[in-house]
């Protein structure tokens, strides 16, 4: 079915008797590799079938079996930083039965949860926070006089992260007792980059200290008599040992104990050095490395298509949805045409070249083409920067992890009024990865701040056209682009300036207007040409979010007796929002308002038109609202 890597036997019964974590204690380090291999096909065939995170979780398999050998959980507790690779966790935490659920509606989740099992310590999906969570809970244990143990699991790529290395800097002052596993496969999605990433290379090229400092170790306590008085003294010296063998050791010189670089699918060392450290009153660091997509020859010769993948062949690795999201691809190719007449044009990404489709651009451009890491903060400020100096920069990110520059949006970007252009991906529901992922609130928190310009394109086309109007709004501005939108415009129209809205349908009698943009508009049109609904219902592109288009909006409250705004987000500060607040303030009370959206509650995962049937944003809900409504004058069948 796939290929087991470096030799390794498939076997068959082993994870049949795996029904809690105190299992895993019972079985041999012979076993263990063996469970390995099991629970590598489970993965697999579960990913080909539902889609997910498949490489990082195939590469750290035999250190999740190392922290369950070790430590006892849910006493002791396991954070995975950014949580996508928590497969094998589930899997031996009481979800194995479930498994074959990963992603589905009603189904477990493919990041940790804590309302999923209490093995699950603490909730996570964006990248950089393990370590502080880790110092919060070794915290509250120390202060409720608890021995429990915390354990941090973080990646190389997440360790690039600004707030990784607040956590460690506040870790290494006051010395919580934490044990730090960092991952290195020397990737996040694309490979790592930045001056940490070519200091963690500096050390996998010194490896050989903790091997060393455990041969002497072992011969020196084998000694009758004499051999444990002696190690005593040589670990008085352990840090002297230590920087004998690894110079510019960054992590102790911060307060932490450094061990590595281990091999990190070798279960029997992992578990002889977690014991070690468990024995340590204060913050430890250990240093693994591990191959990402280990097991499946396809994830690891291509780490990065298969970091996370839509359903795929075993046999061939042929993703069954291949291309089917190709808009950052379409617009790299628009940035590089724009790029090639206009070399202020610049674009930033954090640690997403490829999921931003950025591959070409960066070919094409690559002095004018900047990776940051894991680092949206950074990024954003360093966008205002550029533009400050007369550049044309553009932060290339998805929705979600927008949100982690909130600040500096506000701040550095839109209070000095800087042209920084935001591509915005992901925005609206994007499925099986859940409430961390989903980007409903895009909206809300972007719309209030003074200066910024939103636009969300209801096709791929007229999101080529918004980047193009972008480099001459002369203000910071995000366009907003959903992952299901269609190649075309979904109506004729010669209108390029993107703060107008479009008027899609032209109904018999105005009853009825619905407003819309991005993935949505499509629903609203499906809804409004249905014989029963197109003689008195009107469709409205409302792809300008800020500014409204006031004009039109006038004349949609001037001559309609119901208005309906359809979005893919909150309701709480949303587009529906703007709405109310512009009529209520500019224009006669006598329309009757719906705003359709998400009420207030993170939306869970599942595919995106389950989803929308959920919460009666598909065409049926918005077939079934217009057939509700009572309208006044002429019947609603009228002609």
């Given at each position: ?23 895993i ?23 080909a ?29 396991i ?85 990784a ?6 870790l ?19 490979r ?18 903790v ?56 279960i ?5 050095i ?27 010769s ?33 940035l ?21 489709g ?21 990024a ?53 990865d859940?409430?961390t ?15 910024l ?22 203000a ?13 415009n979904l ?14 349908t ?37 792809r ?17 007796e ?7 987000n909150?309701l ?39 989803i ?28």
């Open positions: 079915m796939y290929s087991p890597a470096y030799g390794e036997k498939i076997m068959e019964n082993i994870l049949n008797s795996i029904n809690e974590p105190s299992d204690k019972k079985l041999s380090i012979s076993e263990l590799k063996d469970l390995a291999v099991e629970i590598r096909r489970m993965i697999i065939k579960t990913v079938k539902n889609g997910g995170h498949l490489a990082s979780n195939l590469g750290i398999v035999e250190a999740t079996l190392a922290i369950h050998k070790v430590f006892d959980l849910p006493k002791d507790s954070i995975f930083d950014v949580g996508h690779q928590c497969y094998t966790h589930k899997i031996i935490t009481e979800r194995k039965d479930d498994f074959y659920t990963l992603r589905q509606q009603g189904g477990i989740s493919g990041f940790p949860k804590r309302e999923e099992s209490t093995y699950d310590s603490f909730n996570t999906g964006h990248s950089s926070t393990s370590i502080s969570a880790a110092v919060g809970m070794a915290r509250a244990n120390r202060l409720q006089g608890k021995n429990n143990h915390v354990v941090a699991l973080i990646g190389d790529g997440a360790l690039t992260g600004g707030m290395w607040e956590a460690i800097n506040d290494g002052h006051n010395k919580e007792k934490v044990i730090i596993i960092l991952n290195d496969n020397e990737m996040s999605i694309n790592n980059v930045g001056a940490m990433s070519r200091y963690l290379n500096t050390l996998r090229t010194k490896s050989g200290y091997h060393a400092k455990l041969s002497v170790s072992r011969f020196m306590k084998s000694v009758p008599g004499i051999g444990k008085p002696i190690y005593d003294f040589f670990s008085r010296l352990k840090d002297s040992f230590r920087f004998l063998f690894m110079n510019n050791m960054l992590f102790e010189e911060m307060g932490l104990k450094y061990y590595g670089i281990l091999d990190g699918h070798d029997r060392l992992m578990t002889r977690l014991e070690q450290c468990k024995e340590i009153n204060g913050p430890v660091l250990i240093h693994i490395k591990t191959r990402k997509g280990r097991g499946y020859k396809y994830a690891s291509l780490p990065d298509q298969y970091h996370s993948t839509t359903p795929f062949d075993i046999k061939t690795g042929e993703k069954k949805n291949k291309g089917k999201y190709n808009l950052p691809v379409q617009m790299s190719e628009r590089i045409k724009l790029g090639a007449k206009d070399s202020r044009i610049c674009v930033i990404t954090a640690a997403m070249q490829s999921g931003c950025l591959d070409e651009f960066k070919k094409a451009n690559p002095t004018r083409f900047f990776d940051v890491g894991i680092a949206e903060a950074h954003v400020t360093m966008a205002a920067g550029l533009a400050a100096g007369g550049m044309k920069p553009v932060f290339s990110v998805y929705s979600t992890f927008l949100q982690r520059a909130y600040d500096q949006i506000v701040h550095d970007v839109c209070l000095q009024n800087l042209p920084v252009v935001f591509l915005v991906y992901n925005s609206g529901i994007v499925g099986s859940g409430e992922h989903q980007g409903v609130y895009d909206i809300s928190f972007l719309r209030h701040i003074p200066n310009k939103i636009i969300s394109p209801s096709s791929k086309q007229e999101a080529e056209n918004a980047l193009d109007f972008a480099f001459s709004a002369d910071p501005i995000a366009l907003l682009l959903g992952n299901q939108l269609p190649e075309h109506y004729n129209s010669q209108q390029n300036n993107m703060y107008k809205w479009a008027m899609v032209k109904a018999k009698y105005k009853k009825v207007a619905l407003i819309s943009n991005s993935s949505l508009l499509v629903q609203c049109m499906d809804a409004a040409i249905d014989k029963k609904h197109y003689s008195y219902t009107d469709v409205f592109n409302a300008s979010i800020k500014p409204l288009d006031k004009q039109m909006l006038g004349y949609i409250a001037n001559n309609y119901i208005i309906i705004t359809v979005e893919d909150l709480q500060g949303g587009f529906g929002s703007a709405v109310l607040e512009h009529l209520n303030k500019y224009e006669s009370a006598k329309n009757h308002i719906i705003c359709l959206g998400y009420d207030d509650i993170y939306i869970e995962h599942g595919s995106k038109e389950f929308y049937n959920k919460y009666s944003l598909d065409t049926e809900g918005i077939s079934k609202l217009l057939d509700s409504l009572k309208l006044s004058n002429e019947d609603k069948n009228a002609g």
